[in-house]
């Protein structure tokens, strides 16, 4: 990765510049490097001549003079030319030599390409969707599940060993509430087809029990949901058969007796929240002995970390869980895994089509659900406009777009630059590729540069889980690539350079289709 490189380059010359005394010694900082938007400002630019300045002590376009210097005698052939720019940044242009050394990389990659190993096999849980089964999934839930799903395959690109998992409440008071909902008496609150559906199925009797039939048919009707999205769970773990009745919930709450946060108050158990960021105290043990969420919850994460030995987890809840984040991370921090939990909120999507939203309820029964959504526009378009926001941001779904078969629609746009170019290598099949000595027009330069972008991409959301990175990565490389074919000949007389474009081509191929299997999202040869 070029990135990369770099950076151990610059952590390298300082190192250099210290023993030779150019510079005092001093604990070396974090090297980042930015892709700056304009390239005549490089293809990289860092502010390691100001950080560096501030820890000699010296000005930051010397500090910057001496790295520009150290770099050029480390490694004379990785960069067309060093500038130092403004008040000490350092711009880095790549050279067309060093490009040339990518594509070959990539063609000897093939769908290994953006591989990394910064996992170092470690063991990554990442829950999501989660949904109560009390009805089917929607296009709210489902499109933290397209998040979930892509996140894992960046994690496997980056070396962890990844466990995909849904979380069931099959048991408790919305189970009850499902039970009344069918039967359809004063305590009645989901409706819908479903409800109706399950009614007939399920006949009367005790609320209990038809609830928990009633979530048995909608958990395997759940699975097959799932499936069709294109997702496939490695575990799925029950409340009621994984937790309640191999006695976790009684193993947490000793535990947390033992560890003092916990106290007794209207005859109901409480947790001290308070001392970790929460509004308030909650309730473990409700007065009538029943556990609430919480204390399952707290169950469940110490059955991923301790249970399980889990090095990292990850859950992404919806947008009505928000306020539980601080009482679960606080759990956790007692539990002594701290760093290795994050929480994403998936906000909610909004269905929009004529200009008008269609609501959603599970409890009104006008809700969206994802099936629908799928056989409306398809699985392709469905998870890459689902990506195309950071979780935390609402989503307006604009199904009179997702139909469109035009440049207009970005997931039309980018498949056809695939099909495009398996259109070119279809009509040039008997010609070898070769990377040409040097590439020089612009837009061949462009593609290269946004080509070895991918390995960045994957290291850049397994630290912050920013998936929209995905789309937004495929759009720029499928613009990279009709620019490319519209300013350069692919196929000419001239053999020499039809080799070396050809050989571009075969390479973007090879990274759009990694681009393309990370979303979960078809490279369709033709169209």
């Not at 501030?54 to 770099?71: C, F, N, S, V, Y």
């Not at 499109?143 to 979380?167: C, H, M, P, Q």
């Not at 009797?205 to 499936?227: F, N, P, V, W, Y």
């Not at 779904?397 to 259109?423: G, H, M, T, W």
């Amino acid at each position: 990765m070029v990135r990369k490189e770099i950076q151990d380059l610059l952590l390298e010359s300082l190192k250099e510049l210290q023993k030779n005394k150019a510079l005092p010694v001093f604990d070396l900082p974090e090297i980042k490097l930015d892709k700056p938007e304009e390239g005549s400002h490089g293809d990289y630019s860092s502010n390691i001549g100001m950080i560096t300045a501030k820890q000699a002590k010296i000005d930051p376009k010397e500090a910057a003079g001496l790295i520009k210097t150290a770099l050029e005698k480390l490694c004379p052939d990785m960069f067309e030319k060093i500038e130092i720019a403004g008040p000490g940044f350092i711009n880095f242009f790549v050279s067309k030599g060093y490009l040339i050394k990518e594509i070959e990389d990539i063609l000897d990659k093939k769908d290994k390409f953006g591989d990394l190993k910064i996992g170092k096999g470690g063991k990554v849980n990442i829950e999501f969707i989660s949904a109560n089964p009390t009805g089917p999934l929607t296009v709210g839930n489902s499109r933290g599940g397209v998040i979930g799903d892509v996140l894992s395959n960046i994690f496997l690109k980056a070396g962890w060993r990844v466990t995909r998992e849904y979380y069931f409440n099959d048991a408790g008071g919305q189970i009850d509430i499902l039970g009344h909902s069918i039967l359809k008496d004063e305590q009645a609150e989901y409706k819908g087809e479903y409800i109706d559906t399950l009614g007939k199925k399920l006949g009367q009797g005790d609320a209990r029990e038809i609830g928990e039939k009633a979530a048995s048919i909608l958990i395997e009707e759940i699975k097959k949901t799932t499936k069709k999205m294109g997702i496939k769970f490695d575990v799925w773990t029950a409340e009621g058969k994984d937790l309640r009745k191999k006695g976790k919930v009684e193993e947490i709450i000793d535990w947390i007796r033992k560890k003092n946060l916990a106290y007794e108050k209207d005859g109901a158990l409480w947790f001290k929240s308070t001392q970790f960021g929460d509004d308030k105290d909650r309730v473990l043990i409700k007065n009538n002995g029943e556990p609430t969420y919480f204390a399952l919850d707290c169950a469940y994460h110490k059955n991923k970390f301790v249970d399980r030995k889990f090095d990292r987890a990850i859950n992404i809840w919806g947008a009505d869980h928000y306020g539980d984040i601080a009482r679960i991370k606080g759990f956790v921090k007692e539990l002594g895994y701290k760093d290795r939990f994050d929480i994403l909120i998936n906000q909610f999507v909004r269905i929009i089509k004529d200009g008008e939203e269609v609501r959603m309820s599970k409890r009104t029964g006008t809700y969206v659900s994802i099936d629908e959504l799928i056989d409306e526009v398809g699985l392709d378009v469905t998870r890459f406009f689902f990506l195309t926001k950071s979780s935390d941001t609402h989503l307006n779904f604009d199904l009179n777009l997702a139909k469109q078969q035009s440049e207009k629609n970005p997931v039309y746009y980018v498949q056809y630059a695939y099909a495009r170019i398996c259109n070119i290598l279809r009509k040039a099949k008997n010609i070898k590729t070769k990377p040409k000595s040097l590439f020089e027009h612009p837009s061949e330069l462009n593609l290269v540069k946004q080509l070895m972008r991918l390995s960045e991409i994957v290291e850049d959301t397994v630290k912050d889980y920013q998936v929209q990175r995905m789309p937004q990565y495929a759009r720029d490389l499928a613009t990279s690539f009709h620019k490319f074919y519209q300013d350069c000949r692919v196929i000419s007389e001239d053999k020499e350079l039809t080799k070396s474009r050809m050989t571009l081509v075969l390479a973007t191929k090879i990274v759009l289709k990694n681009t393309l299997d990370l979303m979960g999202v078809s490279a369709p040869e033709k169209m």
